[in-house]
């Protein structure tokens, strides 16, 4: 049944159309036509004021939204919160929580709370567990969660659990590629050259390691950071995404905990050749591994501090001003924020159109209003890529037909979390 009519404004080859988009009281788009069509009986939201640009919701692969006993760093609602007001409109989030999403029961609990307290759509990755039976537990759950994740340490510890579940799961693995006799080695040199001491050539050696043992998974490296990531990664059948930090921040620019991150921020000519990645639109997802601290975290000695840089208010805007500019296309930004992720989860066929049968979340921009970035929503509240300066502000984000973020004004929709896709 129809519940509401936008009026849309969005680019169709190039040019500007209006659209008005029917949407069922389901949350999905049931009918669109071409031009401002006059309705009655129906609420009206017209989101064609100004100069405003309607677009497909925006999708983030990668987002860590702490909460359980981590509360203090980030919850649920402030997280999601954050990444509505930058036009995201699903968040998938990592396992590295407290307690760990690593068994049926946490899992179950992290769900609930993410039905409960997410403005955004949502996905929840498990991580790798200690033993392979608890593997077979979490794929009879294969509705409440969007994937795995592997990081450096499961490599040393869990590397049997992971053999097994590249064996048996025909789902998507997301993989942190940093070698764990680097990483989990203390840094030697200081903060700006923590680079020198887990060289990023660690992901190329994990790419090929995973393809050597892998028989039924979808695997994608996240944040790559080394420049011959995405090419090796398209070779092995792999997909790959980067984050805004590794092509705007070189290791001249660390020089406190708060661009302390892992891989760490990479030398200048790293930094440069994955920029010219970005823009030649090799990856297939831009994410902001949006990993949040607290302050007095933050503020501690270099060597104990906390790696994450806060980015998910931040990473939409950076490639809308890469459009505005002219670095990268429409099709390009739509790829890295919409198409591209909804692909790597296997959901191309629910976000990332504004066509008849797509869920109806969408986020609009002003292309005219420009500013610099600061982190305002969460908890986090500072991150090393404040002071950004943008142009495209995200003005409204609309999460399955529910106008959830409105000029600073939030409203929590019905949300849907995720299942695995095979
Ligand atoms: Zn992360």
């Known amino acids: 049944m129809i519940d509401k009519v936008f009026y849309i404004r969005t680019l169709i080859n190039g040019s500007v159309s209006e659209l008005t988009?029917?949407?069922?009281?389901?949350?999905?788009?049931?009918?669109?036509?071409?031009?401002?069509?006059?309705?009655?009986?129906?609420?009206?939201?017209?989101?064609?004021r100004g100069r405003q640009i309607t677009l497909p919701g925006f999708i983030d692969l990668h987002v860590h939204l702490r909460d359980f006993k981590l509360s203090?760093?980030?919850?649920?609602?402030?997280?999601?919160?954050a990444a509505a007001s930058a036009g995201y409109v699903l968040v998938c989030d990592m396992p590295n929580t407290n307690p760990r999403i690593d068994n049926a029961e946490v899992l179950k609990m992290r769900v609930e709370e993410a039905l409960r307290k997410s403005y955004v759509d949502y996905g929840v990755y498990c991580g790798i567990p200690s033993e392979a039976r608890v593997v077979n537990d979490l794929l009879s759950l294969k509705n409440l969660f969007v994937g795995f994740k592997i990081y450096p340490e499961d490599l040393a510890d869990r590397f049997a659990v992971i053999k097994y579940l590249l064996s048996v799961y025909d789902g998507l693995v997301v993989v942190h590629g940093e070698l764990p006799e680097y990483a989990l080695r203390p840094s030697?040199?200081?903060?700006?050259?923590?680079?020198?001491?887990?060289?990023?050539?660690?992901?190329?050696?994990?790419a090929n390691i995973l393809s050597s043992i892998n028989k039924a998974s979808k695997i994608h490296i996240t944040h790559a950071s080394h420049p011959s990531t995405p090419y090796l990664c398209r070779s092995l059948g792999f997909t790959v995404d980067t984050t805004p930090y590794y092509f705007l921040l070189s290791s001249d620019d660390v020089r406190d905990c708060w661009s302390k991150v892992n891989p760490p921020i990479n030398d200048f000519v790293s930094k440069t050749l994955v920029f010219s990645n970005v823009v030649k639109g090799v990856y297939d997802?831009?994410?902001?591994?949006?990993?949040?601290?607290?302050?007095?975290?933050?503020?501690?000695?270099?060597?104990?501090?906390p790696s994450g840089i806060t980015g998910v208010e931040v990473s939409s805007r950076v490639l809308l001003t890469l459009f505005v500019k002219g670095f990268i296309s429409y099709e390009l930004l739509i790829k890295y924020l919409c198409r591209g992720p909804a692909k790597v989860l296997g959901i191309d066929d629910f976000l990332g159109s504004l066509s008849s049968g797509f869920r109806a979340s969408f986020t609009v921009i002003d292309f005219s209003r420009e500013g610099?970035?600061?982190?305002?929503?969460?908890?986090?509240?500072?991150?090393?890529?404040?002071?950004?300066?943008?142009?495209?502000?995200?003005?409204?984000?609309?999460?399955?037909?529910?106008?959830?973020?409105?000029?600073?004004?939030?409203?929590?929709?019905?949300?849907?979390?995720?299942?695995?896709?095979?």
């Open 372 to 422: 610099i970035a600061y982190t305002r929503y969460s908890k986090a509240l500072k991150s090393c890529l404040d002071g950004f300066r943008y142009v495209g502000e995200v003005v409204k984000t609309v999460v399955g037909g529910t106008l959830v973020f409105d000029e600073g004004v939030f409203n929590k929709p019905k949300v849907v979390v995720l299942g695995s896709k095979s």
């Open 188 to 206: 030697i040199r200081d903060l700006s050259l923590r680079y020198l001491d887990r060289p990023s050539w660690g992901e190329l050696v994990v």
């Open 21 to 48: 988009l029917y949407v069922g009281d389901d949350g999905f788009i049931k009918k669109v036509s071409y031009g401002r069509e006059l309705v009655s009986g129906y609420e009206v939201i017209d989101l064609c």
């Open 285 to 305: 997802a831009i994410v902001s591994d949006h990993a949040p601290h607290s302050v007095e975290e933050k503020l501690s000695d270099w060597r104990l501090c």
């Open 72 to 81: 203090y760093k980030e919850d649920i609602v402030s997280g999601s919160s």
